[in-house]
């Protein structure tokens, strides 16, 4: 978790994770962006999350969906990575939009 690049608003976040191959498909990545949702709004002075990722990584993107971030936009050949361009898709999450029963089932999971 770390300040957005190029934007320095107090509270605001850059949030990323990732998970050895070899544990790929296990929950994990989920658990990691579930516990960085629970950390940044319990323990921080975090108001907004931001997240973004590769179109194409429909995990990632799915991980984020599933602890709530809203999709914001969708940057079209963003990224340069193994000899094609991709399109980067925008997320963010918003403190006050936390459902009531996801902030419960995390701070039950995380005490
Ligand atoms: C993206 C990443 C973190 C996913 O981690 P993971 O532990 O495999 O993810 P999970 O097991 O929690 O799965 C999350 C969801 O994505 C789905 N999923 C997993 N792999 C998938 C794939 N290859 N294609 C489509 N969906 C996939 C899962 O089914 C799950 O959805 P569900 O709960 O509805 O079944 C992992 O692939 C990774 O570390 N990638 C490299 C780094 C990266 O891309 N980080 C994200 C950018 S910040």
């Known amino acids: 978790m770390c300040h957005p690049s190029g934007d320095f608003s107090p509270g605001t976040y850059l949030i990323g994770y990732q998970i050895d191959d070899t544990f790929h498909g296990r929950g994990f990545g989920t658990e990691a962006c579930e516990f960085l949702v629970y950390y940044a709004f319990n323990f921080t002075d975090a108001y907004l999350l931001n997240g973004d990722t590769a179109y194409g990584n429909k995990a990632s993107w799915k991980i984020m969906e599933k602890c709530g ?7 079209i050949k963003y990224w340069h990575a193994h000899g094609e361009y991709h399109d980067q898709v925008l997320y963010g999450l918003l403190k006050e939009s936390v459902k009531d029963s996801f902030l419960n089932y995390l701070n039950k999971k995380w005490k």
Do not use: S
């Not at 971030?69 to 940057?75: A, D, K, L, S, T």
């Open 69 to 75: 971030f809203v999709f914001e936009g969708r940057r």
